[in-house]
């Protein structure tokens, strides 16, 4: 089990999206705790992620950042890299502190506040030392990681955890079921908006959404279009539409004209 630092604080944006300061969860891990969680980007002279860890251990100026770190929603797109810089401030006693990005986190969900569904709060990641040294008193042990034995069902145990602790009202979140269960109602929500785009819109929206609205901003790569999906669903909605009107339409085609135009008095 590793226990974590957490206090609450304000930020700059460093991809300055926003000049407002956001909201952020400083999370402060013990030296050496942690190697195995991955980073997409790493500050240039670490040359893998183990040394993203140790420069944040031996030098508070550093932080870890989420990909999603100040997103909105939509895609996060690609506004701040490491070496980019922000300013941490701690809201009570006002004192702020200018830190440089180590890397970027390919996924944060275990920093996040609760069970990962604060959209609006962002995880910053810092050492021990630094997290104390910025917001003192306030910095509390008010979460850990806990990593399962092999054979242990993570759901199972983390049931039992917060029924065997049911007086501190604890919250244990089983992180893979829970990426898991995000990332199937996302595709879910695709799947519908792609038979909803099948059905009628085309794909004028999707494209005039992608040029003109802000959230696919900073955004690499084209606009590609799955033909063979909505031709499918396109042929499928046709057929349905066919077998609904066959019945009706042989049942009113033996009906004579003069009988289907009589007015009854």
Do not use: H
Not at 214 to 232: K, Q, S, T
Request: net charge negative; proline share 7%; hydrophobic share 40%.
């Amino acid at each position: 089990m590793t226990p974590l630092l957490n206090a609450t604080g304000r930020a700059t944006d460093p991809g300055r999206r926003s000049a407002q300061p956001l909201d952020i969860a400083a999370v402060g891990v013990p030296d050496g705790a942690i190697t195995g969680i991955t980073f997409r980007e790493r500050l240039p002279g670490l040359n893998n992620d183990p040394a993203v860890w140790q420069a944040l251990a031996s030098d508070p100026r550093y932080v870890v950042l989420d990909g999603f770190f100040g997103s909105t929603g939509g895609p996060a797109g690609d506004y701040y890299d490491p070496g980019d810089t922000l300013a941490l401030t701690d809201p009570r006693t006002g004192r702020s502190e200018q830190k440089v990005i180590a890397g970027v986190l390919s996924n944060g969900m275990v920093f996040y506040p609760g069970t990962g569904a604060s959209s609006t709060t962002y995880p910053v990641v810092l050492s021990e030392q630094a997290t104390r040294e910025l917001f003192g008193a306030q910095a509390q042990n008010a979460s850990a990681l806990v990593s399962t034995s092999p054979g242990t069902s993570p759901d199972t145990l983390a049931t039992r955890l917060q029924g065997e602790q049911l007086s501190s009202s604890p919250v244990a979140t089983p992180i893979e079921s829970d990426i898991r269960q995000q990332f199937d109602s996302s595709t879910a929500f695709f799947r519908l908006m792609q038979g909803f785009l099948a059905l009628g819109l085309g794909v004028l929206t999707t494209w005039l959404m992608d040029r003109n609205s802000a959230a696919f901003e900073g955004l690499g790569g084209g606009f590609p279009v799955e033909w063979a999906g909505i031709c499918g669903l396109a042929a499928a909605a046709f057929a349905a539409s066919l077998l609904a009107t066959i019945g009706p339409a042989r049942r009113a085609a033996v009906i004579r004209p003069a009988l289907a135009v009589r007015v009854t008095e």
